[in-house]
């Protein structure tokens, strides 16, 4: 009777033992948090997103208690699936007003646009002068909006404009001189032309009246997480810290771009 109750103890204990085990290696598990980007600044390496913009929206997650879901998207599904919530947020966007009825931006700019005007270096008609895009056939990104006074000068000047969804699209149109110029945001277009190994072949002007536009962060008022767990607080709290600490500087500089100088040099 002794080694019998013996026996059972050791077995209890080994039970006990083993659940305990199987409790503590249990690694946490996290809500999914899912994020939406535009194709047209998708960048892979390994099959990862990579880049200053998605870099810093993993930053901001991982001071949260969230594991992360990155996916690029063309812009009209981008926003479709921002107003239904099937997307927790948005990253890398511009602010709009129309966009306030189905989603909140958060309050630090995650990025910096400019815009400059690109031409082939052959097409010597084109300068730094307004005068000289006089009925010119201009590209630029579907859904860019430049400020109110280039639109008007494009306008004076009788310009073509076409509009296109991305922006190696718009670099093969310039190429094949189907374009006569480009406007585009600065860091990306260049992107697109490296692509293509014609970067020698662009010349860039800065353009005048465009306003620096920031690009944010943008939480789904469907969301799930952000109609039950404060999603819009968490997330500016993790980016004032980040902030503060100087992060999205030395994230740019790790991915070889600064965060808002880069408009004025």
């Not at 939406?36 to 991982?62: H, T």
């Not at 479709?80 to 709009?96: H, M, Q, V």
């Not at 607080?233 to 993790?238: H, I, Q, V, Y």
Request: charged share 25%; aromatic share 10%; net charge positive.
């Amino acid at each position: 009777m002794f080694s019998f109750n013996i026996f059972k103890l050791l077995l209890l204990l080994s039970l006990l033992s083993i659940n305990y085990i199987s409790f503590a290696e249990e690694p946490p598990t996290y809500p999914v948090l899912k994020v939406g980007f535009m194709s047209s600044i998708k960048r892979l390496d390994d099959g990862y997103y990579v880049g200053s913009i998605p870099d810093i929206m993993k930053e901001a997650a991982a001071q949260t208690e969230y594991s992360l879901s990155l996916q690029a998207m063309p812009i009209k599904r981008l926003l479709k699936s921002l107003e239904a919530g099937t997307l927790d947020a948005a990253i890398g966007l511009f602010k709009r007003d129309e966009r306030l009825e189905y989603a909140s931006y958060l309050q630090k700019p995650i990025g910096w646009v400019c815009a400059n005007l690109f031409h082939l270096k052959s097409n010597s008609s084109i300068t730094d002068e307004f005068s000289s895009l006089y009925k010119k056939n201009i590209g630029s990104l579907r859904g860019a909006s430049w400020g109110e006074k280039l639109k008007d000068v494009l306008k004076t000047q009788k310009t073509n404009q076409t509009q296109v969804s991305n922006y190696d699209m718009l670099a093969k149109m310039l190429i094949k001189e189907r374009l006569d110029a480009v406007i585009a945001s600065s860091e990306v277009f260049k992107s697109a032309i490296r692509k293509q190994n014609l970067e020698g072949d662009f010349v860039s002007i800065p353009l005048k009246y465009t306003p620096n536009m920031g690009m944010y962060i943008l939480v789904s008022k469907q969301s799930r997480l952000a109609q039950e767990e404060q999603l819009v607080e968490k997330l500016n709290k993790a980016l004032n810290v980040m902030s503060t600490e100087n992060r999205f500087r030395i994230i740019y500089q790790s991915n070889g771009k600064t965060f808002d100088e880069h408009c004025h040099l």
